[in-house]
Each structure stands twice: as structure tokens, then as C-alpha cells.
């Protein structure tokens, strides 16, 4: 552990403050120069941050939506007592046609009967499986959208993954742009006749929401020193519990009116937040001294620092030549050809897209999972959505304790444990299920936060953002297969939930395969972080 005292204070030859160039065969890196200019952190860094990790509120907003827009209303049995005014029976049913409407015990049974025999206990636009009376389509018609959804999620974070480190937009423009887009789409959803239209719509909200957990993850980090790091990774998890957790509410909320209100209620904040990313959010001075933007880079850092201007030029012109990478000419998958060129960097990048393959079907199957459990939607969501805040509060107090590839096995393991004791039958176990549930996916949250600090840790800047929309595309990937056995699951539990505690377990476990990175600064170009592996084991994992 690095001393916590922060670099700013420093005076030595090479800090960013110093009036001496430092002579010529021992210039300072790229990395070790933006360490020393940016400090540890200060209110900006801090603001900034948080500002950043608003993000994550909308992100969540829209990955969890489906659960109560999409969701199978409750109904009931217009029953035979049921007698008008004249004294006449209101459906005048046969006494057969009336019990077999009270002994039935789910849709497939539902959609034998009379329709005039059962009715839905609320107003029949809450969902859209009562406002296009899709009750009795097949499970794959129902959940089309979110898988929709899930396939737009995998296509944007393949075409889009690259932009940031790529082309010019950068981490802030990107973070701007999928946030506005996503919303617009989130609005025009509003407007969907049918399912049809709907799912096309929900297929272009996931293509632009596929970046903006990344971009906001990626940006914030590198507004800070190495100390904070973690720590404001964390800011972001709180956000998407916040973004969670506030789902419930709204759709409670909106029970005896629409589902379109809901998609409303989000989206129209999340353009009023994009008009403050656009004026407020400073760009990664990294991102741009590695594209060789460096009076913009000078710019960013005056603003986030107390630093001078004349002392930033003073620094920045003393760096090593050849660690600024401008690649003005780069074209747009230049960075996952940089990831793919090199053995320890598409090792480390192929362990990181299978575990978070395991950890997607988890991470997003659980919530998409929650009605095929005897409980309340409303409060299993709830007490789901509450069960990420210790998930953060614990990796915010000790992932600067944690050991990277030891923890995230670890969780990975005691999630697939859990997950599949949900799946026992019995009297008894039936009642502790949400319980398992609930540890199961604190776990995963867990998990899946140390899982994106630990990926952004393994890359060095030039490719820091791919890297992680790669990692981030496999647990969208396994989030899409994560509908289907959910559907699975209405038949056989094993199906859902023991499916899951597999995935996360066995994808969990390749985490100990990975280099250590607990206490590490960032490293800007892969030759630096090459190097750095080299020397730290000896052997380049």
C-alpha cells in the first residue's frame, strides 16, 4: 500500500509542481507524471465523481424496467354469487366453468377458461401482457422484449465498445451520447401500439445504454489517484442500487394507471441529467494526453487541481516521448486490435469475458427471476434492490483490502452455493428460498463490483475502455440467455436457479488465473503495463 499522503504535497524532482525539469535520462512516464499532477483527490475530483456516477441511476432504471412493465398482472374469478341488480347472474356460468376458474393456479390454466369468467384485479394497462392481452402467448412472445433488449445491449457494446478509446468522442462525449439516446428511446416507448414495436424500441434503448456503465466507471477512475480508485468505482455502484432500488417505488406508484407512465417517470429525468454532463463533466486528462490533446489535457487537470498552468506545461513537456501515443489516425476497433495483438493482454481479456459471462446470467437473472418465487414482486424487488447497498458499502470499505483474484472467486463461489439451495423442495426450505436468494445475489453484486474495479486495473488507458465494454459485453451476453431460463424455471426451478449458481461458480473460478493488482497505479500504454507485469512476476499473466 502506497503512502496516503497525497502526491501534490510532494516535492521531489519529478513532481508536477516543480520548476526544475528533471534531467534528461530520467524523465518521468505519462502515468507517473498524471499520478503526481492529479493527487490523491480533492472537492472537484469529488464532485465530478459523483456527478459521473449519476449514470448509473438511469443505467439501472432501464436493465430493470421490464420487471414490473413487463410483468403477468394479478387477476381473479368473477364468481357465481356475483348477481346484478334484476337478480339475474351477471356471466350466468355453469357451476363447472366457475370452479374450474378457482382451481386454477396460473395462466396456462387461465387461458382454458370463459374470458368473461376471470377478470385482472387492477387496470388492464399496468402491464403489457394485459393491455395487448398477450396472458396467453408463449413464454417466448412475453419475453421477447427483454431479451430484446439484452441483444440491443450485445450489438451497442460491440459497435460502441471502442469509441471511447478510438475515435475522438472520449469518455465524457460517449458517456453524454448513450445517455441522450437511450433516453429518447426510453421515451418514444411510451408511444408503442404493440409488442412489436415495443421490443424494437427496447432493442435500441439496450444499444445505447451498453456504454454508459463503462464510460461513467472509466471517466470517474481517472479523475483520481491510485488510492482512491476503488473507492469511487464504488460511487457507481450506489447509484445503480439507488437507480434499483427507485423502480418499486415508481411502479407502485403507477399501479392503477399505466406502464407507459413508468418509462416516463425515467426518462425525462435522464435527459435533464444529460444537459449537466454536457456543461459540468471535465474529459479524462489520461484519455487526453494519450491522444496527444495536451493543451485540453492542461485545461481539464487546471480545472480538477490547484495547480497552476504554467507548472502543467512545465510537467507535461517533461515527459517521456515516447509514452504519449496520440494515434490521431487510429480507426475504430484500432484498440481491440491492440487487446488482440498481444498473448497477455487477450489472456487476461478472454478470462475476464468468462467469468463475466457467469456473473451476467446471475447479475440480471435473479431480478428477471423474482415472479417465479412465492412472493411479493413488489417487496422481493425491494428487498433485492436493498440487498446491493451492503454489497457497495462492503466494497467500498475494504476493496482497497481485498485481494482482486482471491475475493472474486470467493463471492463467486458462496452466490453459486446459495443459488442452488433456493432450488431444494421441502416445506421448510420453501420458506428460507428468498432468503438463499437474497445471499446469493448480495454475493453476485459483490462480485460484479469487484469484477469492473479489477478489469479497469488489468488495462492500461489506451485501451481501458474497450477492455472493460468487452468485459461488461460478456455479462450482457449471459444477461440475455438469463430470460430463457428464467421461463425454464416456471416448470422446474433447478432450471433457473441452479443454472445460475453453476454459471457464476465455475466462471468464478478462472478468477485465479488473473495477475494481482491490489495497490497498483494505472499504467497509460500497453508497453508500460507490459513492462510492469514483467517486472513485478516475472512472468506476464
Known amino acids: 500500500m502506497g503512502d496516503s499522503t497525497p502526491l501534490l504535497s510532494q516535492t521531489n524532482n519529478t513532481s508536477c509542481d516543480s520548476e526544475t525539469p528533471p534531467p534528461n535520462n530520467h524523465l518521468p512516464s505519462l502515468g507517473s507524471t498524471i499520478e503526481k499532477c492529479i493527487g490523491e483527490i480533492n472537492w472537484c475530483q469529488f464532485l465530478q465523481a459523483i456527478l459521473i456516477s449519476v449514470s448509473w441511476i438511469f443505467d439501472a432504471q432501464q436493465t430493470f424496467i421490464t420487471v414490473f412493465t413487463d410483468a403477468l398482472p394479478s387477476w381473479h374469478c368473477v364468481g357465481e354469487h356475483q348477481i346484478s341488480n334484476n337478480g339475474s347472474s351477471l356471466l350466468d356460468p355453469t357451476r363447472e366453468i366457475w370452479n374450474d376458474c378457482y382451481s386454477a393456479t396460473s395462466f396456462n390454466d387461465v387461458c382454458k377458461l370463459p374470458r368473461g369468467s376471470w377478470a385482472w384485479d387492477g387496470s388492464a394497462q399496468v402491464s403489457i401482457i394485459s393491455d395487448w392481452a398477450l396472458e396467453c402467448e408463449s413464454s417466448f412472445i412475453t419475453g421477447f422484449p427483454a431479451s430484446m433488449f439484452f441483444m440491443g445491449c450485445l450489438v451497442g457494446g460491440l459497435f460502441l465498445s471502442t469509441l471511447a478509446d478510438s475515435s475522438s468522442l472520449g469518455r465524457k462525449n460517449m458517456l453524454f451520447f448513450s445517455c441522450l439516446f437511450m433516453s429518447f428511446s426510453s421515451l418514444l416507448t411510451t408511444l408503442s401500439p404493440n409488442i412489436w414495436i415495443y421490443s424494437s424500441l427496447k432493442f435500441i434503448t439496450g444499444f445505447f445504454r451498453a456504454t454508459i456503465g ?15 480508485r476503488g473507492k469511487i468505482g464504488v460511487i457507481g455502484f450506489f447509484c445503480f442500487t439507488i437507480g434499483f432500488l427507485s423502480l418499486p417505488a415508481i411502479a407502485y406508484a403507477n399501479q392503477t394507471t399505466s406502464w407507459r407512465n413508468i418509462y416516463l417517470w425515467t426518462s425525462v429525468p435522464t435527459i435533464l441529467y444529460c444537459i449537466l454532463v454536457k456543461f459540468f463533466v471535465q474529459e479524462s486528462p489520461r484519455w487526453l494526453l494519450v491522444r496527444g490533446k495536451k493543451e485540453e489535457a492542461i485545461t481539464s487537470l487546471k480545472y480538477i487541481t490547484s495547480i497552476t498552468q504554467s507548472n502543467l506545461h512545465l510537467a507535461i513537456d517533461n515527459m517521456t516521448p515516447q509514452e504519449e501515443e496520440s494515434n490521431l489516425n487510429m480507426d475504430l476497433f484500432h484498440a481491440l486490435k491492440m487487446l488482440c495483438q498481444r498473448k497477455w493482454s487477450s489472456r487476461r481479456l478472454l478470462l475476464i469475458m468468462i467469468i463475466g459471462f457467469g456473473l451476467g446470467v446471475v447479475y440480471y437473472g435473479m431480478p428477471l427471476g423474482l415472479g417465479n418465487l412465492s412472493f411479493n414482486l413488489y417487496l422481493s424487488v425491494t428487498f433485492n434492490a436493498l440487498s446491493e447497498l451492503p454489497s457497495s458499502l462492503v466494497t467500498f470499505l475494504f476493496i ?69 465494454s468487452m468485459a461488461r459485453l460478456a455479462v450482457v451476453f449471459g444477461g440475455a440467455l438469463s430470460p430463457l431460463l428464467v421461463a425454464a424455471g416456471r416448470g422446474n426451478k433447478f432450471l433457473c436457479y441452479g443454472v445460475f449458481g453453476l454459471s457464476i461458480g465455475i466462471g468464478g473460478m478462472f478468477g485465479v488465473f488473473l495477475p494481482e493488482t491490489k495497490g497498483r497505479a494505472l499504467c497509460d500504454t500497453m508497453d508500460e503495463e507490459e513492462n510492469k507485469g514483467k517486472n513485478s512476476c516475472g512472468i506476464l499473466l
Open 214 to 228: 463503462t464510460s461513467s466507471l472509466v471517466l470517474a477512475s481517472e479523475l483520481v489517484g491510485k488510492q482512491w
Open 400 to 468: 482497497d483490502k481485498f485481494r482482486r483474484r482471491i475475493a472474486l472467486p470467493m463471492f463467486c463461489m458462496l452466490s453459486a452455493v446459495c443459488s442452488v439451495m433456493s432450488t431444494i423442495e421441502g416445506e421448510l426450505w420453501s420458506k428460507m428460498e428468498i432468503g438463499f436468494e437474497l445471499v446469493s445475489f448480495f454475493s453476485a453484486c459483490t462480485s460484479f463490483s469487484i469484477y469492473v474495479i479489477y478489469t479497469t486495473e488489468l488495462f492500461p488507458t489506451c485501451v481501458r475502455n474497450s477492455a472493460l
